[in-house]
């Protein structure tokens, strides 16, 4: 089904493997990912890049950080388009005025430096950015982790705010060249078979090694041609979730006819790879034998087929009810999943077809065809879809597709990304949702095991979970019925768009005034990195990796991601409720140095066991050790929250992903790693001591000596620090980046 290979390996024409060819030293500069990034690479060393993006796009979760920061760091106007969406916070129900505030604040933003801003209910951001940003051979980045335009010919990177507040300055996103890996394709899917079918299976095969962690995938093959469009969309979202940086897909005559029917045909030009070209890897994915998937909890790489779960349900319900009870069990919540074994079948108590994933056309008219003249039924199953944007939608208003959907008992709403994200269609205590989305962390559906509500999220495609609707709930994959497909025509309607998206880019008005609603609040003064530096470990996290969802919750916090402080406090929240008290105390100290007073007699004790005094040159703060923090989202917020608490450095066997280091180093935090040995040591509320660390960083160390105290006794650990840029390490030092911009 799938294989890989992960030597370097040579493709001529994107078509066939050759071996043993004698490289002349140029294959490598033959992949249309190195044709892309050297044609955004300001630096004139390719293995140092300094790319600069040809648009970029956030939401309403990240863009009002973003904008304040580039405000206090120098804005003047947009210097590319931006493209401000409102798909997040539309329907968060957490009362007052504070969503509406942030869209208010958007549009003056766009108004005031040049921006396009997309209303609530438009648009989703990843289907605006496909109809309108996107271009073959061209650069985009977005403040969301599932940026991702590759099957358009255009290679798309998410990050964290900060590095979109750098191409906002007119600087540049640094990374040295990543290494590419090729993913063959080979023959059709099958009917039943969808998009995220076949990228689950890709994600359960590639996930858990590493192997393409930071890299770029390149989509190759004559399986391409078997695809449509939306298909490869489908497909290339979840790229994300192997945790690469980006991808890029040959293009042919069908993603040509994507760009006339999206009135941008001149935006199409053909890209494949130039003849012989050498990949650090290649993964070969035979479409033909991808079967219908379910990712089960808590992540989209634990997934099985569709049958084989159904062949193994118990022993596998079994294994998750432990698996949730472990990672519930500060909750003292019991998990409850075999009662849903109802003679020998598994159901399911609601289905969500929603967002850039599943909201794409085909999927949705997929779904109708399966359910036309059927019924969801009147029990506890209920099915929602969300068409990703106005033009889908009003398209399957016209074709008869949502007719269809409806007469079934589907529930069609608006474009919204919230069953991505915990803010739409939360199932009930432990209920069982299946879910045509991006992800299925742990409370990624929304529910909030401090508080005693737990429920549970599946990845399945579209096709399938109509297959289970038209079975009232009861599993079933879309391989199971037969089902008459078939083709539906697609007029783009961008009238829509024309009568109610402010596009206003290459015309700020800075006389225009931003109004700030009373949630929105302005970053706090952030420290200068001292000369020596006490922390103390507010919360250790033994888990194999810790998403970002569990370093700062999404749902209904994301209304509060436009007040630094509030939003603060939900840190950790649902992982370690003792985390934000802990740190508060830390930074506390910091407080009482900066009024001239002594810090509390335990951190006093703390520094001199260690070697420290408080002699103006020691700074406190506080730390967070975890195995593999970052994996998942984006967003800033789970970096810079640990920073308005104080936090100074996180500590790690390794980063999941490079985009939460980057948001480490661009909040003043240090990205410290560590030995496992050496992370034997470490417990909560342990003092760490950091003499010299400032200088350290400065000198482009690569790790530096530190003490932790360990029954009274100062013990010598090393953090390493590998792979800073200069701007990297002037960034930490000055605090964060909107210190180092100012300094400038």
Known sequence: MISCNWEKTFIKDGREIIKNYNDDGGASKRTMAYQILSAHNTSGNMRSLKLKFDALTSHDITYVGIIQTARASGLKEFPVPYALTNCHNSLCAVGGTLNEDDHVFGYTAARKYGGIFVPPHIAVIHSYAREELAGCGKMVLGSDSHTRYGALGCMAVGEGGPELVKQ????????????????????????????????????????????????????IGEGINNLSVDYRCGIDVMTTETTCLSSIWETDGAVREYYRIHKREQDFKELRPAGMACYDGVIVVELDKIQPMIALPFHPSNAYTIREFKDNAEELLVQLEKTANEQYASSGIKSRLTDKLINGEFYVDQGIIAGCAGGIFENIMAAADILKGGSTGSGEFALSVYPASQSVYYEIVNNGGMAALMEAGAVIKTAFCGPCFGAGDVPAHNAFSIRHCTRNFPNREGSKPGDGQISYCALMDARSIAATALNGGRLTGADEIETDYKKYPYTYHDELYKKRVYNGYGRSQPEEELVLGPNIADWPKLHQMPENLLIRLCSVIRDKVTTTDEL????????????????????????????????????????????????????????????????????????????????????????????????????????????????????????????????????????????????????????????????????????????????????????GLINYYSEK
């Not at 590493?210 to 770029?216: A, D, E, I, S, T």
């Open 168 to 219: 906002l300055l007119s600087k540049t996103y640094d990374i040295n060249y990543p290494e590419v890996i090729a993913v063959m394709l080979k023959g059709a899917p099958r009917p039943g078979v969808g998009p995220h079918d076949v990228a689950i299976a890709l994600i359960k095969e590639v996930f858990s090694g590493g192997h393409v962690k930071n890299k770029v995938l390149e989509f």
């Open 552 to 735: 700062i919750p999404s749902g209904e916090t994301s209304t509060l991601r436009s007040n630094p402080y509030k939003l603060s406090e939900y840190a950790l929240s649902r992982k370690d409720p003792a985390y934000v008290g802990k740190s508060k105390a830390a930074r506390a100290q910091q407080e009482l140095l900066d009024s001239g007073k002594t810090p509390d007699s335990q951190y006093v004790r703390a520094a001199e066991q260690l070697g420290g005094a408080f002699d103006g040159s020691l700074g406190v703060g506080s730390a967070i050790y975890a195995n593999m923090p970052g994996d998942g989202s984006a967003r800033e917020q789970a970096a810079s929250c640990q920073k308005v608490l104080g936090g100074w450095a996180n500590i790690a066997l390794d980063y999941a992903t490079k985009r939460y280091r980057s948001n480490l180093i661009n909040w003043g935090m240090v990205p410290f790693t560590v030995s496992e040995e050496e992370a034997k040591l470490f417990e909560t509320d342990d003092f760490i001591y950091i003499p010299g660390i400032r200088d350290e960083v400065l000198s482009k160390a690569d790790s530096v000596r530190a003490y932790i105290l360990k029954q009274d006794k100062a013990v010598e650990i090393s953090l390493r620090i590998p792979a800073m840029t200069d701007d990297e390490r002037d960034i930490l030092v000055s605090g």
